[in-house]
Nanobody
Framework: QVQLVESGGGLVQAGASLRLSCVAS????????MGWYRQAPEKQRELVAD???????TYKESVKGRFTISRDSAKNTVYLQMNSLKPEDTAVYYC??????????WGQGTQVTVSS
């Protein structure tokens, strides 16, 4: 059994920063990658950023230069530093853990709201 617990969301004004954290616990082995997705109302869930065990990162184009993903392998934790937040960043942010080639696990989500 795998559990993911996210934290760090909140309500901020445009231009502010937030740092999201996601801690993975349980039967964790063969980690492929960890990442952050988001889902705004009436929109599909989309990739924000992810990071592989080798450290390779991928970002959604609109967050490049503003968001930074990082991880602490010893703590099975992934972070998302979000700077210069915009109202269009408002969404529920979900953490995803991929084990091996096919096993994906999701957190419960944390709300990020950016006011203009």
């Amino acid at each position: 059994q795998v559990q993911l617990v996210e934290s760090g969301g909140g309500l901020v004004q445009a231009g502010a920063s937030l740092r999201l954290s996601c801690v993975a616990s349980g039967n964790i082995f063969d980690i492929n990658s960890m990442g952050w997705y988001r889902q705004a109302p009436e929109k599909q869930r989309e990739l924000v950023a992810d990071i592989t065990t080798s450290g390779r990162t991928t970002y959604k184009e609109s967050v490049k230069g503003r968001f930074t993903i990082s991880r602490d392998s010893a703590k099975n934790t992934v972070y998302l530093q979000m700077n210069s937040l915009k109202p269009e960043d408002t969404a529920v942010y979900y953490c995803k853990l991929t084990l091996g080639a096919l096993s994906d696990y999701w957190g419960q989500g944390t709300q990020v709201t950016v006011s203009s």
